[in-house]
T-cell receptor, first 116, second 112 residues
């Protein structure tokens, strides 16, 4: 079974609209990390946020906000007042710790198109 | 330079060629990773090195051969690849159990 599911393959919005990207995860660990990464057309993965499993506080960073709910195993990402520069593929990821390294499981990504 | 760097950024090779991808991290991390990103597929973990020791090999074909001479450098040696190996190859690094990986910009590989 897939550990991280991003059900939305592609979303198109018009600039200034709000948009929420969904992420549902699956793990048996009690300690884990959740991440969001942005991948612009250049290809590099840009880290956006890390959240550990014991911190369910929602976070806001500028136009970005994240809603972590353990009860539904979800870690959704909202962009407020979207801009064309937000166009990219966004990946949600789950990290489980094995000894001294971290094993990452990535979702299949959501492509966000923001049109002017 | 800072962060994680990868060279070359683009590579085109024939199926009989031998080439190598290089990754270097300037963050003092002790774990380094190779990921493969194919079109319309989730990122796939290929190899993990921790303190220069390979700790993970996700059933990767032997035509991909990793090398980690020290904790700052990671190579991926390629030989007799197939067209389906064309993908973006991403290198990443992390520090122990921080649960945080820094990614390089990737090498876009095309196998003809």
């Amino acid at each position: 079974a897939q550990k991280v599911t991003q059900a939305q393959t592609e979303i198109s919005v018009v600039e200034k609209e709000d948009v929420t990207l969904d992420c549902v995860y699956e793990t048996r660990d009690t300690t884990y990390y959740l991440f969001w990464y942005k991948q612009p057309p250049s290809g590099e993965l840009v880290f956006l946020i890390r959240r550990n499993s014991f911190d369910e506080q929602n976070e806001i960073s500028g136009r970005y906000s994240w809603n972590f709910q353990k009860s539904t195993s979800s870690f959704n990402f909202t962009i407020t007042a979207s801009q064309v520069v937000d166009s990219a593929v966004y990946f949600c990821a789950l990290s489980e710790t094995f000894y001294n390294f971290n094993k990452f499981y990535f979702g299949s990504g959501t492509k966000l198109n923001v049109k002017p | 330079e800072t962060g994680v760097t990868q060279t070359p950024r683009h590579l085109v090779m024939g199926m009989t060629n031998k080439k190598s991808l290089k990754c270097e991290q300037h963050l003092g991390h002790n774990a380094m990773y190779w990921y493969k990103q194919s079109a319309k597929k989730p990122l796939e973990l290929m190899f993990v090195y921790n303190f220069k020791e390979q700790t993970e090999n996700n059933s990767v074909p032997s035509r991909f051969s990793p090398e980690c001479p020290n904790s700052s450098h990671l190579f991926l040696h390629l030989h007799t690849l197939q067209p389906e190996d064309s993908a973006l190859y991403l290198c990443a690094s992390s520090q122990d159990r921080t649960g945080f990986e820094f990614f390089g910009p990737g090498t876009r590989l095309t196998v003809l």
